[in-house]
Nanobody, 123 residues
Framework: QVQLVESGGGLVQAGGSLRLSCAASGPTFRYGMGWFRQAPGKERNFVAHITWGDGDADYSDSVKGRFTISRDNAKKTGYLQMNSLKPEDTAFYYC?????????????????WGQGTQVTVSS
């Protein structure tokens, strides 16, 4: 059984930075890891994905150049470094595991989900 737990969310002023962590527990960490976000009244949207082995990353256009996804397989922890934050980044952020290694941008492709952590960016 895989469990993912996010941390690091909070309130930050526009232009600031936050680092989210996703701690994994369970028998394996051999899956791709994605980050998604969901604002009130909106769909859950793709933010970033990183592969298990080679660390190749994919980003949504809205965060490219500002966010960096990474993972430490020895620690079974994923990270999302968020810089130059904007008010439109305000959302509940989730990490997710993609056991089939699809690297999909669709939430339905992911098998494991964390509980989420709130990120609020004030103007």
């Amino acid at each position: 059984q895989v469990q993912l737990v996010e941390s690091g969310g909070g309130l930050v002023q526009a232009g600031g930075s936050l680092r989210l962590s996703c701690a994994a527990s369970g028998p394996t960490f051999r899956y791709g890891m994605g980050w998604f976000r969901q604002a009130p009244g909106k769909e859950r949207n793709f933010v970033a994905h990183i592969t298990w082995g080679d660390g190749d990353a994919d980003y949504s256009d809205s965060v490219k150049g500002r966010f960096t996804i990474s993972r430490d397989n020895a620690k079974k922890t994923g990270y999302l470094q968020m810089n130059s934050l904007k008010p439109e980044d305000t959302a509940f952020y989730y990490c997710a595991g993609d056991t089939r290694g699809r690297g999909s941008r669709l939430p339905a492709a992911y098998d494991y989900w964390g509980q989420g952590t709130q990120v609020t960016v004030s103007s």
